[in-house]
Structures are given as C-alpha cells and as structure tokens.
C-alpha cells in the first residue's frame, strides 16, 4: 500500500514537472541588416512574421533607440551581439542582392519564458509612437 502510494505521488510530481515545462514557446524573428549610403555602419529591420501590407512604412520594423533614432551597428556582428543580450540565439543567415546592395538576413530563435514577450527589450520606430 505504501509502495502504490509512494508510487502514485512520485507520477503527479512527474506530470507536474512536465506541464511546467510545457509553459515556453520557441518563436523566430529576420533581422535584415542595410548598408547606410556613405558610411561603413548599417541599420537593421527586424521582422517578427507581424502582418504588413504594401503600404507599410519600413521604418515600423527598424531599430531605434529610446530618442526613436535608428540604431547605426557596425555590423552585423555587432546587430548579432545586441540580440544575442536579449536573450536571441543565430540559426542561418543568407544574403540577397538587390540593385547592386547586398541586404543581410539573420535568422533568430528564442524560447520565451511565461510572461515574456517576442518584442521585449526590442523598441522600433513603431513601438516608440
């Protein structure tokens, strides 16, 4: 009898343990490094799968400080770094010329945590309006 009960508790804790693990969610984001015209630096769009239509400004997905001024990276090592402090991990990148520039895309994973968002720590010109 001790031993069924002993039994019993030892599988609840083992579903308990595994609902509690079941509360994350893995989402992905592009982000979409540019070169600046006349400079060495690059801005960087990020692109969470958010609903666009054609009309959509493209300065809505870019980077921007707390004035609301795009962030200038050095590159986009240094765009990986950034995400990487929030909590982003690389998965694949590709690039894509279009008229002579090349436009980088860096594919990102993060799982989030219960109550954490996809765009936490990430502030766009949209977010700051």
Request: hydrophobic share 40%; with cysteine.
């Amino acid at each position: 009898m001790k031993k069924n009960i002993l039994l019993l508790i030892l599988m609840l804790v083992s579903v308990l343990g595994l609902n509690a693990q079941n509360s994350s969610e893995t989402v992905y984001c592009d982000i979409v490094g540019t070169e600046i015209l006349f400079s060495n630096k690059i801005t960087v769009d990020i692109d969470f799968g958010q609903k666009s239509s054609f009309w959509t400004d493209y300065k809505e997905k870019r980077l921007v400080d707390e004035k609301g001024k795009p962030i200038k990276f050095n590159s986009m090592i240094d765009a990986l770094n950034f995400m990487a402090k929030l909590g982003w991990e690389f998965q694949q990148a590709y690039v894509v010329t279009t008229n002579d520039q090349n436009v980088c895309h860096w594919l990102m994973k993060k799982t989030l945590k219960e109550g954490e968002s996809i765009n936490d720590g990430i502030k766009t010109s949209k977010s700051i309006n």
